[in-house]
């Protein structure tokens, strides 16, 4: 009997509510409406619910999926996996590139890979191939917004991955009240429109344009500049920009080949490898950085890996589903169609989101997962919660009209609770949605 009473006494005592008044105030307070938020806060040692308000209802996650996406691809790839571009020569005197979309790869490290190749005396090859058979052809998510084609955050992703897939645009400034000199380095075969004029009355104001189902390699430039500007933007063909590059890299060492850069697969035998580059995972750009290139890879590798097949979306969400079913979590109320959540067609109630959090609490490499989200004075939080200092281990997310954030809090009693909070509202700026989680956030913390 006595076993009893004290079970009972300690569930009463882990389980001390979040004071529903307190969150209500904040909304109040805020002239937000509680039904555009969504809130799930549990204990993550008994998965008690401290505090819930509409965590039954699906909302887009923005870049807090990246802690579900990250989290099965590094269960499939592991932690110690290394992005690698390789180059092999066979018997007959031909070069195979083999692509592995390495996120991090940089023009310096293709010119790395032909310098090898003509220190070893190859000055002459019959052809080179490069095998991209690593990913299909698809360079863009499900559900990603077409007016974002030129957000540098969000550029295409492919095996053709270099440079972070961005152009170089410089921009100028000449005499007031005249156009700019605008260049483009690396070269591309880019042609840009430029609409901008000097103003040194003014700070930089530069829109950027392109219409891609009517003139995709043309570029509009709009506005005013003071003060000389780089722009980063998208490359609208990946592989164009690769093939560029590669010529380069082949130039620089001086091998003659006059060729075409084909594409065939690496052949199994009668080749041998002349050199390659390897890179980390990149967990920290994922997950404190929310990198979103680098968690789309990440996702179609791990899916690749898995299907031991061609990367695709179709081989990454099974393995996503493998992943869930092997923590024990039920999915029947999430849609997940990318690896970042910059998708609008992501949906996942709040309770999934703790649920989720509480399963991978229980996993073997819990903390080195941990260790990669950001705490206060990291990432994506370098100017945020500050408050809670190392009490708050997060990702965040933002959209058009939606933020969100989630993660682990340690309360002032000690306790550790997931939480996730997922905020929609077109009417409440992205300032005003961000100060309301930390509201949130402290009244949990508080309690």
Excluded: C
């Excluded at 020569?89 to 890979?113: T, V």
């Excluded at 700070?203 to 506005?223: F, M, Q, T, V, Y």
């Excluded at 490898?273 to 789309?296: Q, R």
């Excluded at 996702?299 to 695709?312: D, E, H, T, V």
């Amino acid at each position: 009997m006595k076993k009893i009473i004290t079970a009972l006494l300690t569930m009463l005592i882990t389980a001390i509510p979040v004071k529903a008044d307190n969150i209500s105030k904040i909304f109040h307070q805020s002239h937000i409406n509680e039904g555009a938020v969504s809130l799930s806060v549990k204990d993550i040692n008994t998965g008690a619910v401290i505090y819930n308000l509409n965590s039954k209802t699906p909302r887009n996650p923005a870049s807090t999926l990246k802690l579900i996406t990250t989290a099965a691809s590094v269960d499939v790839l592991g932690y110690d996996y290394k992005y690698s571009t390789k180059l092999y020569k066979s018997a007959e005197n031909i070069l195979y590139m083999k692509l592995g979309a390495d996120p991090f790869l940089k023009s310096s490290d293709l010119n790395d890979l032909m310098k090898t190749a003509s220190g070893k005396n190859i000055k002459e090859p019959k052809k080179i191939y490069v095998d991209n058979s690593l990913f299909d052809s698809t360079e863009w998510g499900e559900g990603w917004q077409w007016d974002d084609d030129l957000n540098p955050l969000m550029p295409k992703f492919s095996a053709y991955n270099l440079d972070n897939n961005l152009l170089n645009i410089e921009v100028i400034p000449a005499q007031n009240g005249r156009a700019p000199s605008i260049s483009v380095n690396p070269f591309y075969p880019v042609t840009i429109m430029n609409l901008i004029k000097t103003d040194y009355t003014e700070d930089n104001n530069i829109k950027a344009e392109r219409n891609n189902s009517i003139a995709p390699n043309i570029i509009n430039l709009s506005g005013t500049v003071s003060k000389q500007e780089i722009l980063n933007l998208p490359v609208n063909n990946p592989r164009v920009y690769f093939n560029l590059r590669l010529n380069e890299a082949i130039q620089n060492a001086k091998i003659e080949y006059d060729g075409s850069l084909l594409n065939a697969k690496l052949p199994a035998k009668n080749v041998y490898l002349v050199d390659e580059v390897k890179h980390d995972l990149g967990l920290s750009e994922t997950l404190k950085d929310s990198n979103n290139l680098v968690a789309e890879t990440n996702f179609k590798l791990a899916g690749a890996k898995y299907a031991k097949a061609r990367g695709s979306l179709t081989n990454s969400l099974n393995m996503l589903n493998a992943y869930f079913k092997k923590i024990g979590l039920n999915n029947d109320d999430a849609r997940i169609v990318d690896g970042s959540g910059v998708s609008k067609n992501n949906l996942v109630t709040a309770d999934f989101m703790t649920d989720f959090l509480i399963k991978i609490s229980q996993e073997e490499n819990f903390e080195k997962f941990k260790s990669y989200m950001p705490v206060p004075g990291e990432g994506t939080l370098r100017n945020r919660m500050l408050y809670f200092k190392e009490n708050l281990s997060a990702k965040t997310g933002t959209l058009a009209n939606a933020s969100a954030i989630a993660g682990y809090i340690k309360t002032r009693r000690g306790k550790i609770y997931a939480f996730d909070i997922m905020i929609e509202d077109a009417k409440t700026s992205a300032y005003d949605k961000k100060n309301i989680e930390e509201q949130i956030l402290r009244q949990i913390y508080m309690n």
